[in-house]
């Protein structure tokens, strides 16, 4: 790690690298680093400008409430990537901007004017993206991370017992993946809006009591279909409570064409696997609700058959509608 000498900048990089650029004042920070200094003249976009087509990195630069409207940081080699990790630009007005690429992995966007910015390629990860503006933005191949900024801070927040900022967070990720929806369903990009909206469903569930019937009801339909959006939790339900409910009557018995199909240690292994299949056949035309008759309950398997059935019907209905939901996209 490079360690900066008195006159220079005391702003380190990720990277270990030390700024260039000189101290100014008593914080020992740089023009560009430091907060205190107004970056509201209308110079301020050609310097960045200059700097990035040098292959400088902005990492961190204090660019708060700048006006930087039509500002051109993509140079050279398209894939070559203008490096605004952790940058302040909260309410900087980046109207048109051209920021194919961009690396704002960490920055403050906090209510960021993008309106119409070229952010393709862009990479997203941990920004906070709260209130940011992005109507008529180009948003191709996003990289907008695992989590938005604020629902990992939720999460840390919870873990470290600190429960009211937890709960405050979790509302303000709400808002942003609320935003991110009607953002990427005026893109077209229904897949990434499903996306978000069960990320929105989940933030809202987290600001729930635990185990409250409110929170267990939304924990049960994140489970089952994650809220509309993911048919495979419903295929996989279904699969689980087949193989269930035919173990379920291997073990209390039925009755097949040729006698009881149940358990039985004295017929062997060969014979019991046959019979657990018959019964895994008898739960799969009992959840389609088929009934060929064949094969009928006895005993306590009725019970098991009654609940099969109705979890069967309900199943196939969710899944027709989620289905459904996805294909209209």
């Known amino acids: 790690m490079q360690t900066p000498n008195p ?11 030390a700024c260039p650029e000189p101290a100014q004042g008593g914080a020992g920070l740089c023009f560009w680093h430091d907060p205190a200094c107004s970056k509201a003249g209308p110079e301020i976009r050609q310097h960045l400008e200059a700097l990035a087509h040098q292959g400088r990195s902005l990492e961190g630069y204090a660019l708060r409430g700048a006006d930087l409207r039509d500002v051109n940081l993509t140079f050279g080699d398209t894939a070559h990537s203008v490096n605004l990790t952790n940058a302040d630009l909260s309410r900087a007005n980046l109207t048109n901007a051209h920021l194919f690429n961009a690396d704002f992995r960490g920055a403050n966007l906090m ?43 939720a999460h840390r927040a919870s873990r470290e017992g600190r429960d009211e900022e937890a709960l405050n967070l ?23 809006a499903g996306h978000y909206y069960h990320k929105e469903k989940v933030m809202r569930r987290m600001q729930m009591r635990p185990w409250s019937r409110e929170w267990a009801w939304s924990k049960l339909v994140d489970l089952l279909c994650g809220y509309g959006e993911e048919t495979d939790r419903v295929i996989a339900f279904s699969l689980l409570v087949i193989l269930v409910s035919g173990v379920g009557y291997f073990l209390l018995g039925v009755r097949g064409p040729e006698g009881p199909l149940a358990f039985n240690a004295g017929l062997g292994t060969t014979r019991n696997l046959y019979m657990l299949g018959d019964c ?16 009928f309950p006895i005993g306590f398997s009725r019970l098991l058959a009654m609940v099969e059935a109705f979890t069967g019907a309900f199943s196939i209905s969710l899944f027709v509608v989620v289905f459904v939901r996805k294909m209209m996209r």
């Open 7 to 17: 006159s220079q900048c005391r702003h380190v990089a990720s990277n270990g690298t």
């Open 111 to 153: 209510k960021a004017r993008l309106n119409g910015a070229n952010l393709n390629n862009a990479h997203f990860e941990d920004a906070n993206l709260l209130g940011a503006e992005l109507e008529g933005a180009r948003l191709e191949r996003v990289r907008w991370g695992r989590y938005l900024h604020q629902e990992s801070q």
């Open 170 to 192: 979790y509302a303000e990720a709400e808002e942003a993946y609320r935003y991110l929806i009607r953002i990427n369903e005026s893109l077209g990009h229904y897949t990434m």
């Open 280 to 295: 895994i056949y008898y739960s799969v035309i009992t959840f389609t609700t088929v009934g060929y008759g064949d094969i």
